[in-house]
């Protein structure tokens, strides 16, 4: 889905996929267009305190969030993968994983990156974990597009108590045009190759071990905080093609790349919004060595709801503006409320480039608008520009709320 900002990463294998020149013209003028003008920032988060005496991190592998009976359709491609076994019976994928963590090394923390037993109790461990992947593909005047979405995290856990310390969450998407459409036997290859490969210069795990890099593990945190609710208006749902109306995935979508987004920019971990289960307030962790835990998710502190109020279309005589309008509330459980604030992102586009005239054809450009004002206001949240408040925010006291905010992502790092 949005494939442009953040981790949300666009990689092209050149070799396999035929994108219609008309497609990049017009994300680049979008781009160009939305994005020109300098800015100062005018307050900023910083970054989380390195300790002077790190904690030590048991490395556990690699994991899949979810019970057993839900990995043909949360992760069917990446499930088959990791029956695959190297000599000696280790999963191909734990196999290409502990061979990348040797020898990593972190200020935050210290990892102990042997596998290990996890029967014999260590009190922090660590797993890299998967809790989705979903393949879409559009019909998109006469190409098909496909993305592969995948959604990453870096799991912390107390081992004894059987408890979350702490989830990193990150989205990942790969977005391929073809002329036909892509068979089952292509999926296939293209999830292990971003898997177990290097050859188109981008591997999910490498990916995911980088952000491991800047975090600091603690055995506990003052806030936690997670996105509890994704609301559609009705004027955005007469935008979305069916295909994400089905199952509520567009609202797992727009919830997953947000939390992705504000970890990353706020350095905090969060209470994941997980698809496809009713989570409570347990989380279900299967490894790879064959042990699997119901993991106790802490109580948020803070909840975060976002309402995508409408998607419209503004016109000038040379270009049209696809116009995404969002609210973002932060409240704690009572209802008391620290953000209740409306954005809007206008993405201009030459009239002869903008789309096609299906509703297909237009959410791509939607989805550009909706994909950067997320990830833009993640980014605000952590450092603020009074001059794009001004421009994407009709709300008057919303630089005094992100403050408020700051203050608590603070205690949740």
Not at 151 to 179: C, H, Q, S
Not at 206 to 214: L, N
């Amino acid at each position: 889905m949005f494939n442009k900002y953040g981790d949300f990463m666009n990689v092209i294998n050149p070799r396999s996929i035929v994108m219609p020149y008309k497609y990049f013209i017009t994300l680049l003028l979008a781009l160009l267009i939305s994005g020109c003008g300098g800015s100062k920032m005018t307050k900023r988060l910083a970054m989380p305190i390195m300790p002077t005496e790190p904690v030590e991190v048991y490395w556990a592998g690699f994991a899949f969030l979810g019970d057993n009976n839900q990995k043909d359709t949360r992760y069917p491609y990446t499930a088959k993968l990791a029956m695959e076994k190297e000599k000696g019976g280790t999963s191909v994928i734990d196999k290409v994983l502990r061979d990348k963590i040797k020898g990593f090394t972190a200020p935050g923390f210290i990892l102990k990156d042997e596998l290990g037993d996890l029967k014999e109790g260590k009190s922090l461990a660590m797993a890299i974990a998967l809790s989705y992947e979903d393949i879409y593909v559009v019909d998109w005047d006469g190409d098909f597009k496909t993305s592969y979405d995948f959604g990453m995290n870096v799991v912390v856990f107390d081992f004894e108590d059987k408890k979350v310390i702490a989830v990193y969450p990150m989205r990942f998407l790969r977005t391929e045009m073809y002329k036909s459409r892509p068979t089952k036997i292509q999926h296939r290859k293209i999830i292990k190759s971003l898997f177990t490969g290097n050859d188109i210069g981008f591997n999910l795990l490498d990916e995911t071990i980088k952000r491991m890099k800047g975090m600091v593990i603690k055995t506990s945190h003052g806030n936690y905080i997670g996105v509890n609710s994704i609301e559609l208006g009705a004027k955005a749902v007469d935008k979305i093609p069916n295909k994400l109306l089905d199952n509520k995935v567009i609202e797992t979508q727009i919830a997953q790349q947000f939390e992705a987004a504000l970890s990353k920019s706020a350095y905090v971990p969060m209470i994941p919004f997980t698809k496809g289960e009713a989570v409570g307030r347990t989380m279900a962790a299967r490894f790879s060595n064959g042990n699997s835990f119901n993991l106790q998710l802490p109580e948020k502190d803070y909840l975060i709801n976002l309402k995508l109020r409408k998607f419209k279309k503004k016109s000038s005589s040379k270009h049209d503006g696809f116009v995404s309008l969002i609210t973002l509330t932060v409240e704690k459980p009572s209802g008391k409320k620290a953000v209740n604030a409306k954005f809007s992102n206008k993405l201009w586009v030459l009239k002869a480039l903008a789309g096609e005239s299906s509703k297909e054809g237009q959410w791509t450009i939607y989805e550009e608008s909706l994909g950067k004002l997320l990830n833009d206001l993640a980014e605000q949240i952590v450092s603020t520009d009074s001059d794009w408040l001004k421009k994407h925010s009709v709300t008057n006291d919303v630089e005094d709320q992100f403050e408020s905010f700051r203050t608590l992502l603070i205690k949740s790092q």
